[in-house]
C-alpha cells in the first residue's frame, strides 16, 4: 500500500465519522406536545393552527400568542417571540421549534408552510356559494 | 378543446422525443449521419411541440379559462398580465415545461454548434433528460399506471368528488384561487427562468462527458463542454443571486440565505459545476485528470436531478418552506435519478481502464495538485451540503422523525472549507501564471500578499472590533486571497485583460467569504429598555405572571408616535406618520420611520411596508403581510419592519364590522384615504358627499340642506345646515346632527352666526365654521377630538445586518469573473472548430 492512500484513507475515515457524528447531533426529531413536555429539550413540534381558539400579538410581553393542534390531536398554547409571520394564516401546517414548559410551548423560531398549494377545495365552495 | 389540442401536443412531443432518442442512439452506434439527421428533425419537431402547448397554456392563462385546474390553481381574474405570464411556471407541471423548452433551446445550440465527433451521442444524452421531463407532463395512462400530471386537466376532473360537479359536471368556478400575494413581485418573472436555464445548460457537460465515454475520446469533450459549463454555472449564479436578494428584501425570510432544501438544490450543482470546470482547465493544460473531468461532469448534472426529485416528490415534506404540490411524480422522479447515475456508472465502468490516467504522482508542488485539491474540497462541500439536504431520508438512521439540521451544521461544515479553497486559489493562480525554480522562489513571491494581507487584517480587526480568534484567521484568509488574486489580475490586465476571468472569480470568491462574516454579527436594534429588559431575562430575573421565569428575550418594539427612541445609543428613531397608500394593491400601508444618527444628527427615512393578502383574506380574517425596507450602507444593511400598528388593527375591524357583501379588496378601497400625522388638525375640510377620517372617527358630509324662512335665525340675509354622519370605526357609534352656519344683518353689519354643537354619543363638540365659496368646501371644527383620538403606535422590528451589501458585490465580482472566462472559452472553441472542420476538409 502507497503511504498516500493509507494517509488519504485514514483521513476520509476520520472525516467521515466526524461528519456524521455532528449530523447527527444536530437534527432533531419531530414530535407532539405530550412528547415535548417530557423532553424538556429544544424540539420541532408539527401541527395546525387552531382558528376558533384566541390568537394575537401582546403589545405589552411583545409575544405572539396562538393554539396549535399537533398531528396526535393535542391542543396547546404557543408563544412565539417574534411577530407574526407571513402567511400564517394560510399556512396548511406550521412547524414550531422551542421549548415545552408548564403547557406551554415558548418558541421562537417558526417555519410556516405556504400554500403555493390550494388542493383543498375550500376556495371553489366559497366561490360557488 | 384546447386542453384536448394540449394534452396530444405534449404525448406527440413525448412520441417524438422518443423517437429521437431512439435514432441518435443508431446514428451513434453505426456512426449513420442521415439517423442523426432525422433526429435532429424529430428533436425540433418536438420543441415546437412543446412551445406550442406551452402557448396553449399562457393562453388559458390570460384567457382566464378556470375550468381548467391549472389556470384556477394558480390565478385569478384580478391578476395582471405579467403575473398571468409567471404563472405559466409557478405550478411544478408549468416549470418542468419551462425546463423542457429551456433544454430544447440548449439542444439547437448544441446541434448548430457541436462538431461531428460527439454531436449524436450529445444528444443521445440530452435527449434522454428530455423524455423524462416531458414524461412528467404528458399525463397519460398506459397498461394502468398513469404517467405524468398534464398541465391540461380540468378542474371538474380533479375535484370530480365534489358534490358540485357530481351534480353538474360542467360547472366551471367563478373565480381561480389565486396567486400567493407573496409571489406578486417582480421577481417571479425572472428567477425561474434563470434557474431553468442553468438546470439545462447543466445536461451539457453531463452529455458530453458519457458521450466522450461512448465514443472512445476522452480528451477533446472540454473544449466545447466547457464554454457550457460556465454558462450553466452563471445561470445558476444569477438564479441564488436573485432568490438570495428576493427572500432578504422583500418576502423578510430575514436573510439571503436560509440553507432552505430549495436553496441547496441549485448550490449543489453550482459547486460540482465549478469543481467540474476546474479539473477541465487541468486536463486542458496538462492531459490529466480526465476520470475527474468525467465524474464531476456526471455528478453536477445527478445531482440537479436528485434535489429536484427531493424538493419535488414530497419526501422533504415539512423541511423547507417552499411546498411543491405532490403530484404523484415520486417512482418518476426516482427513475430519472437511477436513470441517469446508472447511464454514467455503467458506461464510466465499462471505460474505465481505457481513460488515461498518470503514470506517476502528481508532485504534491504543482499548480495541478493544488487545483485538483480545490477541486475536491469542493467535492466535500458540496457532500456535506447533500447529506444535511437529505436529512428526510438519511436522519432516519439517528431518529425517527428527522428534522433538518441547524444552519450551524452547514455553516461549520462549510466555511472551513470555503477558507482552505481561498488559499488554494492564490497558490494555484501563482503557480498557473508564473514559473518557479523551486518551492522557495515560490514561497518568495508569496511575501508580498502574506505581509500585505497581514497589516490589512490586524487593521480590520482593530477597526472592527473582532475578539474571536477564528473570525481573525477567517479575516486575514479571505484578505490574502483578495490580495493574493489581485496582484495576478493586476499583472494579467496588462498582458491580456481576456484572461483575468480566474481571478476575477476568486476575488469574488474571497469577497463573499468577507460578506459572510456579516452575518455572525446580526443583531436586533433596540432601546435601552428593551436591552435591559433582555439581559435581565438572560439572568433568569424575570418571572412571568405563573411565576415560572421568562426564557424569550425581544427583539421588537413599540414606538408612539413622535416620540424618539435611542435605539443601540446610534440612532433616535421616530415613527412619524403613515400612510393607507394603496400604491401596489388595495389597502397598502407605508410607514415613515425617521432614524437620526445620535452623534452626527444626519438623517434618513425607511419605509416599510404592511399589506393585506387579499388572495387569503375573508372579511372576518384578514391576513397582513409584511414587506420590509432596507436601509443599504456599503458596512452594514438596517433591515426595518412594521409588524403590527394601531392603523392595521383598525383596518381589520373596520374590514370586519362594515357589513356589506363586497370583496375585501373594495371595502378596502373604500375606507381610509387620510394620512396619520402627529398633529391632529381638529378641522374638517368637506365639499358635499365626501368624508373624512380623523384618528377612528369618520366624518362624512352628505350634502348642504337649505333652511327654511321660519328655521333661520332673527336678521339672517343667508342660512344653510350642513347634515354631517359621525362615526366611531372601533365603536360602531355613530351620531348624525345638523350644524347651521348662518350670515346675520345687524346693525349695517354682517355677522357669522355658528353655534357649538354638543354632540351625544361623543365627548367633543362640532362647530361648521364657514364656507370656502372658492373650492366649494365647508369647514367644519371638532372641539376637543384631539383628546380622543387613540394613540397611534407600531411594533417595529430593526436589524443591523453587517456586510450585506459586500455579499452582494462578491456576488457580482463572481458573475462579471464567469462573464470574462466565457467569453474567452466560447472564442477559444470557436477557433478550434474551424480548425477542425479545415482539417477535416483536407
Known amino acids: 500500500m502507497k503511504p498516500r492512500v493509507i494517509i488519504g484513507t485514514v483521513a476520509i475515515v476520520i472525516f467521515t465519522s466526524l461528519l456524521m457524528w455532528n449530523f447527527g447531533n444536530s437534527i432533531g426529531s419531530y414530535v407532539g406536545f405530550e412528547d415535548a413536555e417530557l423532553s424538556g429539550n429544544r424540539v420541532h413540534v408539527i401541527g395546525k393552527w387552531v382558528q376558533d381558539k384566541p ?45 415545552m414548559r408548564n403547557g406551554v410551548l415558548f418558541s421562537d423560531d417558526m417555519l410556516v408552510k405556504c400554500p403555493s398549494k390550494y388542493n383543498d377545495a375550500s376556495n371553489l365552495e366559497i366561490s360557488m356559494n | ?64 379559462q378556470f375550468q381548467y385546474f391549472y389556470v384556477y390553481n394558480y390565478t385569478s381574474s384580478d391578476l395582471s398580465l405579467v403575473y398571468l405570464w409567471a404563472a405559466f411556471y409557478s405550478g411544478q407541471e408549468g416549470s418542468f415545461l419551462l425546463w423542457i423548452l429551456c433544454g430544447y433551446l440548449v439542444g439547437m445550440g448544441l446541434i448548430k454548434w457541436t462538431g461531428d465527433t460527439y454531436r449524436s451521442p450529445v444528444m443521445f444524452f440530452l435527449t434522454l433528460t428530455q423524455v423524462f421531463l416531458l414524461s412528467m407532463v404528458i399525463g397519460v395512462t398506459i397498461f394502468g399506471v398513469h404517467i405524468g400530471a398534464s398541465p391540461f386537466r380540468l378542474t371538474s376532473a380533479e375535484f370530480a368528488h365534489l358534490p358540485v360537479f357530481l351534480s353538474n359536471p360542467d360547472f366551471i ?32 457537460p453531463f452529455a458530453f462527458a458519457l458521450a466522450s465515454l461512448w465514443k472512445r475520446k476522452y480528451h477533446e469533450w472540454i473544449y466545447p463542454a466547457l464554454p457550457w459549463t460556465l454558462g450553466a454555472n ?102 430519472f435519478i437511477v436513470a441517469v447515475s446508472v447511464s454514467g456508472i455503467i458506461l464510466y465502468a465499462v471505460r474505465m481502464k481505457e481513460i488515461p490516467s498518470q503514470k506517476k504522482e502528481m508532485p504534491v508542488f504543482s499548480r495541478e495538485f493544488f487545483m485538483f485539491s480545490g477541486a475536491m474540497t469542493l467535492l466535500i462541500v458540496s457532500l456535506v451540503i447533500i447529506i444535511g439536504t437529505s436529512a428526510p431520508l438519511i436522519g432516519k438512521l439517528f431518529v425517527a422523525n428527522p428534522t433538518p439540521p441547524q444552519p450551524q451544521f452547514y455553516n461549520d461544515w462549510t466555511l472551513p472549507f470555503g477558507l482552505a479553497i481561498a488559499v488554494l486559489t492564490v497558490m494555484t493562480q501563482y503557480l498557473w501564471w508564473n ?72 476575488i469574488g470568491f474571497a469577497v463573499l467569504l468577507i460578506g459572510f462574516l456579516g452575518a455572525a454579527y446580526d443583531s436586533p436594534m433596540l432601546d435601552r429598555n428593551t436591552i435591559n429588559y433582555n439581559a435581565a431575562v438572560e439572568r433568569g430575573e424575570v418571572i412571568d405572571d405563573d411565576g415560572f421565569p421568562v426564557h424569550q428575550t425581544l427583539e421588537v418594539m413599540k414606538l408612539d408616535i413622535n416620540q424618539p427612541r435611542r435605539v443601540n445609543d446610534e440612532y433616535y428613531v421616530t ?37 393585506p393578502m387579499i388572495a387569503n383574506s375573508t372579511a372576518g380574517n384578514m391576513s397582513w403581510t409584511v414587506d420590509p425596507e432596507v436601509q443599504m450602507g456599503l458596512l452594514r444593511d438596517i433591515y426595518v419592519y412594521v409588524s403590527n400598528s394601531s392603523m392595521v388593527e383598525r383596518e381589520s375591524s373596520r374590514v370586519q364590522t362594515e357589513s356589506s357583501f363586497q370583496a375585501v379588496a373594495d371595502r378596502l378601497m373604500n375606507g381610509y384615504e387620510q394620512s396619520l400625522t402627529p398633529e391632529v388638525n381638529n378641522l374638517v375640510r368637506l365639499k358635499p358627499g365626501a368624508s373624512r377620517n380623523l384618528g377612528q372617527y369618520k366624518i362624512e358630509f352628505d350634502r348642504f340642506i337649505n333652511m327654511a324662512e321660519e328655521d333661520l335665525p332673527e336678521n339672517a340675509v343667508v342660512g344653510v345646515q350642513a347634515s354631517i354622519k359621525i362615526t366611531n370605526s372601533q365603536t360602531r357609534q355613530t351620531e348624525s346632527v345638523a350644524p347651521m352656519y348662518a350670515i346675520l344683518y345687524n346693525d349695517g353689519r354682517n355677522t357669522v352666526q355658528s353655534p357649538v354643537v354638543e354632540l351625544e354619543n361623543f365627548d367633543f363638540d362640532l362647530m361648521f365654521e364657514t364656507i370656502d365659496t372658492t373650492t366649494d368646501e365647508a369647514h367644519f371644527r371638532l372641539i376637543g377630538i384631539e383628546d380622543y383620538i387613540e394613540d397611534e403606535w407600531i411594533i417595529i422590528a430593526i436589524e443591523k445586518k453587517p456586510l450585506v451589501s459586500v455579499v452582494w458585490l462578491g456576488t ?16 477559444d472553441q470557436r477557433v478550434r472548430t474551424k480548425q477542425e472542420r479545415h482539417y477535416g476538409d483536407v
Open chain 1, 55 to 99: 390568537h394575537g400579538f401582546d403589545n405589552e410581553r411583545m409575544v405572539f400568542t396562538f393554539y396549535m393542534q399537533d398531528e396526535t390531536g393535542e391542543v396547546r398554547r404557543v408563544s412565539y417571540n417574534r411577530p407574526k409571520p407571513n402567511n400564517f394564516e394560510d399556512a396548511e401546517s406550521l412547524v414550531v421549534v422551542g421549548t
Open chain 2, 1 to 64: 378543446m384546447i386542453g384536448i389540442i394540449g394534452s396530444a401536443a405534449l404525448v406527440l412531443a413525448f412520441v417524438a422525443s422518443l423517437g429521437a432518442f431512439g435514432l441518435y442512439f443508431f446514428a451513434t452506434q453505426k456512426n449513420n449521419p442521415k439517423l442523426e439527421k432525422i433526429g435532429h428533425v424529430l428533436f425540433g419537431l418536438k420543441g415546437a411541440l412543446v412551445f406550442f402547448a406551452s402557448a396553449l397554456l399562457v393562453y388559458l392563462l390570460i384567457t382566464n
Open chain 2, 173 to 204: 368556478p367563478a373565480e381561480g384561487s389565486g396567486l400567493n400575494d407573496l409571489l406578486r413581485s417582480p421577481w417571479i418573472i425572472i428567477h425561474p427562468p434563470v434557474i431553468f436555464l442553468g438546470f439545462a445548460m447543466m445536461a451539457v
Open chain 2, 234 to 335: 452563471l445561470c445558476l449564479l444569477i438564479a441564488i443571486f436573485l432568490g438570495g436578494y428576493w427572500a432578504y428584501e422583500t418576502l423578510s425570510f430575514g436573510g439571503y440565505w436560509a440553507w432552505d432544501p430549495v436553496e441547496n438544490a441549485s448550490l449543489v450543482p453550482w459547486i460540482l459545476g465549478m469543481a467540474g470546470i476546474h479539473t477541465m482547465l487541468i486536463q486542458k493544460r496538462s492531459k490529466i485528470a480526465h476520470k475527474a473531468s468525467i465524474i464531476f461532469a456526471i455528478l453536477a448534472y445527478v445531482t440537479i436531478v436528485y434535489q429536484t426529485f427531493l424538493t419535488r416528490s414530497g419526501v422533504l415534506g415539512d423541511a423547507s418552506v417552499h411546498s411543491f404540490v405532490d403530484l404523484g411524480l415520486y417512482n418518476q422522479l426516482l427513475l
Open chain 2, 435 to 506: 514559473k518557479y525554480k523551486d518551492t522557495e522562489s515560490f514561497a518568495g513571491s508569496l511575501l508580498t500578499p502574506t505581509l500585505s494581507a497581514s497589516f490589512i487584517s490586524v487593521a480590520l480587526i482593530i477597526v472592527a472590533q473582532v475578539s474571536t480568534i477564528l473570525y481573525m484567521v477567517y479575516i486575514f484568509i479571505a484578505v490574502f486571497s483578495i490580495i493574493g488574486n489581485g496582484i495576478v489580475m493586476s499583472k494579467l490586465v496588462k498582458k491580456n485583460p481576456k484572461m483575468i476571468g480566474g481571478s476575477v472569480t476568486h
Open chain 2, 575 to 611: 415613527f412619524t406618520d403613515a400612510t393607507i397608500s394603496h400604491e401596489n394593491r388595495p389597502g397598502e400601508q407605508r410607514y415613515r420611520i425617521e432614524f437620526e444618527h445620535v452623534r452626527s444628527g444626519k438623517k434618513f427615512d425607511v419605509n416599510p411596508v404592511v399589506y
Open chain 2, 812 to 827: 457580482f465580482l463572481l458573475m462579471f469573473g464567469f462573464s470574462i472566462a466565457i467569453y474567452r472559452r466560447w472564442g
